[in-house]
């Protein structure tokens, strides 16, 4: 199954303004715009790279509709500059990228897009609508997972995700960043993620009684079965399970887990386990859910509780603690000349630049240089080319690989950055090359304001 | 043009593995569940309603395809029971609702869906997905036109929103809520809302001189020219327009507006104004944005700055201090008795309930009646039938007309609740009879308790 591809007129209306004058102007030489982070949010000591996959769907699959364009020439905005070229509009510029999964901070491009400028400006909007949020989503993710060794975390958001693509791409982002899986069945569907669901309190509730809506899920789902608590009395739903259990068993099925959704769970847990192995179901696992973020989990980690796995909704889907990353795209060169804005707060580093990243003898990164892309420096080049001529190099890799990848990251993190809060900065050295660059580029800028 | 509909895959695992257990066990008696939040925001006096269209889209356009269905046969976790029922399944039930733009408080329905349990259920990650997103942005977008009086706010928002869908329907949902319109394409050329657009820094930093780049871009978009001046240096770029503005006007442009995105904005504003009269620009207008949220607004407005418009990005999108709400969809009833869950803070209210509203003699509102729907209670009951065996009973109002009954609804509401920090709660009542239903479904439940 596959994701349809979403209209070009996914866009803010600027885009296709300065199309239009670059059009009619045929202002059109190869502009480099760069993604990166310019600042990381509070408590976050890293940021893992994600949605490069869906962003190169995005690129080569661009193309006007019929209908897209009807439109365009209908609102009477656009003349045939624009509305005449859209038919033929295709992406045929290269990108260099950041594999998904590595590990990247503030002012590092995780993207480069080389084209001619009226491609290269369209696909701002989206571009950074796919890399913002699976971004954020994944560094959100990686910290659940920091926060929760060994224990299986599973994606339950998407009914308090803002909106359809934003459930399917945070299964997607937490998967890769090193959850079990996802609730969401289109997500398994799309990219292959194994799939985690139990039962709802209605189900429980429109039985007679509890006893009754136990046996009834344990003969229609008797595979991995595991039983919902916490309906109207969480101990009391543990006792009855154990009283089930045999029933159950005489039936062929066997209790695989319980799931508390509310309540002290730390102290439930505890209870719970107790009355589930009094009962002789050592066997039957813990599951936790109910608007718990990574503190929670940090909490349960430091507590001991016996709970082997949690369910994480809302704090994860919208990274609520910082639902946005100050991201941006932006011109870095044009016709063979570096560009920088110098906007209050917004300065950016002019030219194609590149990550240089080292690691200590242990495999355990360092620090990173930042600098110009034909600048040589020790280390290992993080962006990579991904595309030529609008079309991938290479095939995406298979989301396995990306979480593989991901997971060795996280592994080779600064021992003061792979927790919730980062103890240090991550050492990024801007090179003298990128000093030099800038400095160039603010004398050719002031020189050509005198002229003015 | 039109949303295509999405795939009834986009559910929970859960959602799926009940539907097998009911078809199986053929328990699809007529189930009520309702959507309703349970607890306001922080600093949220009240939510707008909105997303019904939608939500009411889904229900109508409900199918599994045959594509859907082949991959839930080949995942091997459903039998016969399931497979063999998709492709006629349909939602066939009726649906009660708010209208879009209404205002309303805790614990009380903004949507009541009554069909067999089955259906029901099914709908249920789907239907809270849509109302809860958009309610979310509509309230959010209602702070925003209450702390900026007369101005004209546009939604900039999709670049960081979280996924498309999210940037779309919160172009819509900050429209129906009082903003003048969107700068999201997609989202004009869907509900019909006005376009905005300017220029992007990139678009001046590829020419030589900002000089330059002005002229371009007013030779290329004559019509509502509003140009961008913070690129290099705000002031500077204010009186370039002034000196260019005869040049301008000489090739038939008239300058509409300027935008400032980074600064002190209510400085600069005030420099800029100063600089636009001095040059004969009175007329010119100054528009805003860049990180902006209600607070700004407030602000902006207490100091009297010349700010004409603002564009709203992350902070309207994301609704950045509070990123979800506190909401839920659940059993009220099934077989014609009435049901709650009891978990720990948790608990809901039983019955298909309806919600009076009482206004005083101008026309303000004074306080709710929660109560079960049979109770006629004084005042304007809220919810009202939309649809009936599966369709809707009338087509949707226009957005124009929900935005109309959601800038009266913010003209009724009592003034304490009318600002961005609420100086007292809304009265909501519990009737006499709602009271003695919940009592009465306890009783019942503990009764079945003990005979278990």
């Known amino acids: 199954m596959q994701a349809p591809p979403t209209s070009p007129l996914l866009t803010d209306l600027y885009q296709l303004n300065m199309l239009e004058a670059y059009f009619e102007q045929d202002h059109a030489e190869t502009a480099v715009f760069e993604f990166f982070v310019r600042k990381l949010p509070a408590r976050r000591g890293f940021l893992l790279a994600a949605g490069l996959e869906q962003a190169l769907d995005y690129l080569e ?15 009477g905005r656009f003349g045939p500059a624009l509305i005449d070229r859209l038919a ?10 950041m594999p998904e999964g590595t590990a990247f901070f503030e002012n590092e491009p995780i993207l480069r897009v080389v084209a001619p400028l009226p491609q ?6 989206r571009l950074i609508n796919i890399l913002h949020f699976q971004t954020l ?10 926060a929760a060794p060994g224990k299986q975390l599973v994606d339950f958001g998407l009914r308090r995700a803002h909106g359809a693509e934003a459930g399917l791409t945070a299964a997607r982002a937490s998967y890769l960043a090193g959850f079990a899986g996802t609730a969401t069945v289109l997500a398994g569907a799309l990219w292959d993620i194994p799939l985690f669901g139990t039962m709802a309190h209605s189900f429980i509730q429109s039985y007679d009684s509890e006893a009754e809506a136990f046996m009834a899920f344990a003969r229609a789902r008797p595979e991995g079965l595991v039983i919902l608590l916490d309906t109207y009395d969480t101990e009391a739903a543990a006792r009855l399970v154990t009283v089930l259990a045999p029933r159950m068993a005489a039936a062929g ?23 589930l192995d009094q009962g002789g179901l050592e066997h039957v696992t813990i599951f936790a859910s109910g608007g718990l973020d990574e503190d929670d989990l940090a909490g349960f980690t430091k507590a001991g509780a016996p709970i082997d796995g949690y369910g994480m909704g809302t704090s994860l889907v919208t990274s609520s603690d910082g639902p946005a990353l100050d ?6 060169e044009y016709a063979g000349l570096p560009r920088r804005k110098l906007s209050t707060g917004k300065a950016t580093w002019p030219g194609r630049k590149q990550v240089w990243r080292r690691y200590d003898a242990e495999g355990r990164m360092t620090g990173d240089v930042l600098s110009v892309e034909g600048d040589a420096q020790t280390g290992e080049p993080l962006l990579q080319p991904v595309m030529r001529a609008g079309r991938r190099i290479a095939p995406s890799p298979p989301l396995a690989q990306v979480r593989t990848r991901a997971a060795a990251e996280l592994a080779r993190l600064p021992s003061a950055l792979a927790r919730l809060e980062p103890a240090a900065a991550y050492p990024v050295q801007v090179s003298d090359a990128l000093a030099r660059l800038a400095e160039a580029t603010d004398r050719r800028h002031a020189d050509q304001g005198a002229r003015a």
Chains 1, 2 share one sequence.
């Open 120 to 125: 290269a400006q369209l696909v701002e909007t």
């Open 88 to 97: 033929d509009f295709r992406f045929t510029g290269e990108v260099h990228a």
């Open 327 to 332: 991201c941006a795209y932006k011109l870095e």
């Open 253 to 275: 099925v066997r209790v695989a887990g319980v799931r508390l959704d509310s309540g002290d769970l730390a102290v439930l847990a505890r209870r719970v386990r107790s009355i």
């Open 137 to 146: 989503i994944a560094s959100k993710a990686a910290r659940m997972v920091l």
């Open 61 to 75: 699959t661009l193309r006007f509709s019929d209908a897209d364009i009807a439109w365009l020439a209908a609102s």
